[in-house]
């Protein structure tokens, strides 16, 4: 692997890194303090609390919907296994987290490819990818809806 290759993972491995700590600093005490079902707002209504909560929360959904698009498209050209684990971590955990990471795993896998002086063809999808795809497309779309609503 070259060494720009390995400073990129290392900066993506930083970013993965900040945005754990950033994101659940903030969830856990969150999950864990007055907002449980039952004891005030719940997260979904909180993400509905004024413009700004509304704004970035259609941002970043629909940035999951664009980085699910690429990573879906990228380990298909280049052979990166476990893709929707990255999304679907990416939902439970944090896509700031996860696309990162994903990140990575095609640096590495762009590396081995080129090492083997191998250059990835066109991209071809599988019916489950367009599926999946589709199911996140409507979902974001709802959700968002739903949160600018």
Same mark, same amino acid.
């Given at each position: 692997? $070259?060494?720009?290759?390995?400073?990129?993972?290392?900066?993506?491995?930083?970013?993965?890194?900040?945005? /754990?700590?950033?994101?659940? $600093?903030?969830?856990?005490?969150?999950?864990?303090?007055?907002?449980?079902?039952?004891?005030?707002?719940?997260?979904?209504?909180?993400?509905?609390?004024?413009? =700004?909560?509304?704004?970035?929360?259609?941002?970043?959904?629909?940035?999951?919907?664009?980085?699910?698009?690429?990573?879906?498209?990228?380990?298909?050209?280049?052979?990166?296994?476990?893709?929707? /684990?990255?999304?679907?971590?990416?939902?439970?955990?944090?896509?700031?987290?996860?696309?990162? /990471?994903?990140?990575?795993?095609?640096?590495?896998?762009? =590396?081995?490819?080129?090492?083997?002086?191998?250059?990835?063809?066109?991209?071809?999808?599988?019916? $489950?990818?367009?599926?999946?795809?589709?199911?996140?497309?409507?979902?974001?779309?709802?959700?968002?809806?739903?949160? /600018?609503?």
């Amino acid at each position: 692997m $070259s060494s720009f290759r390995k400073a990129l993972c290392w900066i993506y491995g930083a970013i993965a890194l900040a945005a /754990l700590v950033a994101t659940w $600093s903030q969830n856990l005490p969150y999950f864990t303090g007055a907002h449980l079902p039952g004891n005030g707002p719940s997260y979904i209504a909180d993400l509905k609390v004024n413009g =700004a909560a509304r704004s970035f929360t259609v941002d970043i959904g629909l940035f999951l919907l664009a980085a699910t698009f690429l990573m879906a498209i990228e380990a298909r050209r280049l052979g990166i296994r476990w893709v929707w /684990l990255y999304v679907a971590f990416g939902f439970l955990i944090a896509i700031s987290v996860t696309f990162p /990471l994903f990140l990575i795993a095609r640096e590495m896998r762009l =590396a081995k490819l080129q090492a083997a002086g191998t250059v990835p063809g066109e991209v071809k999808l599988v019916a $489950s990818d367009y599926v999946a795809l589709a199911i996140i497309a409507a979902l974001t779309a709802g959700f968002s809806w739903y949160i /600018l609503t």
